[in-house]
């Protein structure tokens, strides 16, 4: 598995909502988590768990939804991660 842990400082809107509700259809994603900051509401993070680096690899090269995130929220940043264990 891979992951890769997106963050955003944003203020929630519809259209966020929207780009997660598209996102969780990507095909090879296994789970996406959605949250939002406590003491910032403003600050956003995405937690994707993929089933492999290229699945997202193709989500990442190919995907106009990723286009639009990175148009919409240029500072959006993406951090990545071997996934070590799970439960």
Do not use: C
């Amino acid at each position: 598995m891979f992951a890769y842990i997106l963050r955003a400082e944003e203020t929630p809107n519809d259209q966020n909502e929207e780009f997660f509700r598209r996102f969780k259809e990507t095909p090879g994603l296994l789970h996406a988590y959605s949250m939002q900051g406590e003491e910032n509401p403003n600050e956003g993070i995405v937690v994707a768990i993929w089933e492999s680096r290229q699945a997202a690899q193709r989500y990442l090269d190919g995907s106009p939804l990723r286009r639009e995130v990175d148009q919409t929220m240029p500072a959006v940043t993406r951090t990545f991660y071997s996934v070590l264990d799970s439960k």
